[in-house]
């Protein structure tokens, strides 16, 4: 199993990964549920966004107390799981 993934840094990283991915993905289903009146694909997104921000966040906190990050590091990177791109910023500048 690749390193990356096997200490809780990494699964974190993995997962904002996979959120922001998901975040965007989302945008694309919107356009469909809305313009094309497709809603299918965008409760499948929907759903599996939710489960990984909230992955996020418990692996946040998990990261938090485990690296000791202080209070400005930990609500930035919350921040960036909210804003479209965000988490493949703090990938690079925060972690």
Known sequence: MSK??????????????????SYLLLAFTMVLKYKYEMPFPNKVVG???????????????????EFRWKAGK??????????????FYADKKIY
């Open 4 to 21: 990356f993934i096997t200490t809780p840094l990494g699964r974190f990283r993995a997962v904002a990964l996979l959120e922001g991915a």
């Open 47 to 65: 759903m599996i966004h939710g489960l990984l921000f909230v992955t996020y966040v418990v692996l946040l906190i998990q990261v938090a107390i």
């Open 74 to 87: 930990v609500t930035l990177a919350f921040l960036a799981s909210l804003v479209p791109f965000g988490t």
